[in-house]
Structures are given as structure tokens and as C-alpha cells.
């Protein structure tokens, strides 16, 4: 295994000037059901629960070149944000094959449903236009359930510039009434970041 990861706690006590550490070890670690290579947190609160969507390492594949990880979405839920149960499930169903790789999830809630953007690539050749990041999307009536259909997200690649080979990396907010996204580009964001507004006329959580 050429590289691990878990999920840590800080914690500020000066709105966010400087931040410390919960303790040693991790909040969110290995299990048998989930390996090897824990990452990319983003989390959110609803209904008075903390929710917490990561990506889990699933296998080990020898590329071309070297090993590269598998890993897929999955959520833990916690009252006080320290505490975590898993719920031991992969959320996003796959789109180019049982190895593509889904990372940083992010979740917000609009008309009624709850809406993931997430990033997205093959397992070869992903640091380049054929194998890179892309954006996709799926929506739930209950954060466990979810029906992906990524047509409805509009960002693509650039024929050049900084978003020519990968868009990656969401994160949705909103802001004077209008809902933007900011997403990264080439060599997962070292190229540039980006900045997308949602369109009134756009339908989310439609088939």
C-alpha cells in the first residue's frame, strides 16, 4: 500500500484564527468494511444532525504505471460532530466501470431534496483529458438513497486553458439569494480555480 489516510479533528476557539487538534488519532478510521484510505470530508448540518460524506478505499489496482487506489462515497452521521456511525454503504452508483473513483462530495438542500455534486474519474490516465475529473451529480429524498444523473450538470471541459483537461473538486454555497459552485481545473487545481452560477431554469433532482 503506498500511502494511507483517516479523517481528523481540529478545533478553533477563536473563529477559526488557529485550530488544535481533538486528540492523537483519527474520528473517522479503518474497518473492515472500509480498508485503507479514508478522505476528502466535507460536511454539513441538517436537521440538528451532522452529516459527513467521505470517500472509502475499495482495492488497490495496478495501472501502467503504479498502484492507484479505488474509492468510493459514503456518510457517517453524528449528533455532536465528534462521535460518528458509518452507514456502511457506497452511495453513487458507477457511470464508466466498477473502478471509477468518486471523491468530494458535496451536499446541499433545495425544493425538498437533498443535492450532491461530487467529483469523478477513471482509474487510468486521470491526470490527463481521456482519464480526468469530471463533475457529476446526484440527488435523495434521504441522504442514503440516490438517483445520479450528471446531464443536469452543465460544466464541461474548455477545448484549452485551465479547465481543458479536468473540472473537479465542488463546493456549493450560496450567497445573495444565488447558488454558486467553485470547482478546481487542471492537475486538480494547480491550473486554476473556477466559478459557476446556477441558472434560474435549472431543473435539479429531475430524471
Not at 1 to 23: H, T, V
Not at 32 to 60: M, Q, T
Request: hydrophobic share 35%; proline share 4%.
Amino acid at each position: 500500500m503506498p500511502f494511507n489516510a483517516a479523517i481528523g479533528l481540529a478545533i478553533s476557539c477563536d473563529e477559526g484564527q488557529s485550530f488544535q487538534r481533538l486528540g492523537d488519532g483519527p474520528v473517522l478510521s479503518y474497518s473492515p468494511d472500509e480498508p485503507f484510505l479514508l478522505g476528502s470530508p466535507r460536511i454539513r448540518k441538517f436537521n440538528d444532525c451532522w452529516h459527513l460524506w467521505y470517500v472509502a478505499g475499495k482495492e488497490w489496482l495496478r495501472t501502467s504505471s503504479k498502484p492507484e487506489p479505488v474509492y468510493k462515497i459514503r456518510m457517517a452521521s453524528s449528533s455532536d460532530g465528534i462521535n460518528w456511525v458509518k452507514h456502511g454503504k457506497d452511495l453513487i452508483m458507477d457511470k464508466l466501470s466498477q473502478h471509477e473513483c468518486q471523491a468530494c462530495p458535496d451536499v446541499t438542500h433545495r425544493d425538498g431534496k437533498y443535492h450532491m455534486f461530487f467529483s469523478y474519474r477513471d482509474i487510468h490516465n486521470y491526470k490527463s483529458r481521456e482519464g480526468g475529473y469530471r463533475i457529476g451529480y446526484a440527488y435523495s429524498e434521504d441522504m442514503v438513497n440516490w438517483l445520479r444523473n450528471d446531464d443536469l450538470v452543465d460544466i464541461g471541459l474548455s477545448e484549452t486553458g485551465w479547465d481543458s483537461e479536468m473540472v473537479n473538486y465542488p463546493h456549493v454555497f450560496m450567497l445573495d439569494g444565488e447558488t454558486y459552485m467553485l470547482y478546481q481545473g487542471n492537475e486538480m487545481g494547480r491550473a486554476g480555480f473556477g466559478l459557476a452560477i446556477l441558472e434560474e431554469s435549472a431543473e435539479w433532482g429531475k430524471k
